[in-house]
């Protein structure tokens, strides 16, 4: 079992920044892709980028590529949303997510294995 942590979350003014953690414990080296999906209310929950831990490669949804910035610390277990530019749009629970499956360009929510609570994000107009 891997069990997930996210915190950062909070509320923010458009065009400001947040940083969103998310530790990971127990068999957490059986999951070598973290990622973070959110989802607003009222809508799907959807991809926003994910990491594999043992090169770094990252895959981001466009609607965030150039603002958001993923990035983990392999001794910390633990990986990074460095979110930048923020927008209304972006207002949601954010999800931390894990998987087994380490192929990097697969970014279905069904192919996470594991999620934790989810921390909130607001971004004020």
């Known amino acids: 079992q891997v069990q997930l942590g996210e915190s950062g979350g909070g509320l923010v003014q458009a065009g400001g920044s947040l940083r969103l953690s998310c530790v990971a414990s127990?068999?957490?080296?059986?999951?070598?892709?973290m990622g973070w999906f959110r989802q607003a209310p009222g809508k799907e929950r959807e991809f926003v980028a994910h990491?594999?831990?043992?090169?770094?490669?990252?895959y981001y949804a466009g609607s965030v590529k150039g603002r958001f910035t993923i990035s983990r610390d392999n001794a910390k277990n633990t990986v990074y949303l460095q979110m930048n530019s923020l927008k209304p749009e972006d207002t949601a629970v954010y999800y931390c997510?894990?998987?087994?499956?380490?192929?990097?360009?697969?970014?279905?929510?069904?192919?996470?294995?594991?999620w934790g609570q989810g921390t909130q994000v607001t971004v004020s107009s």
């Open positions: 990491i594999r831990w043992t090169d770094s490669g990252t």
């Open positions: 127990g068999r957490s080296f059986s999951t070598p892709v």
């Open positions: 997510a894990a998987r087994r499956n380490s192929y990097l360009y697969a970014a279905e929510s069904g192919s996470y294995d594991y």
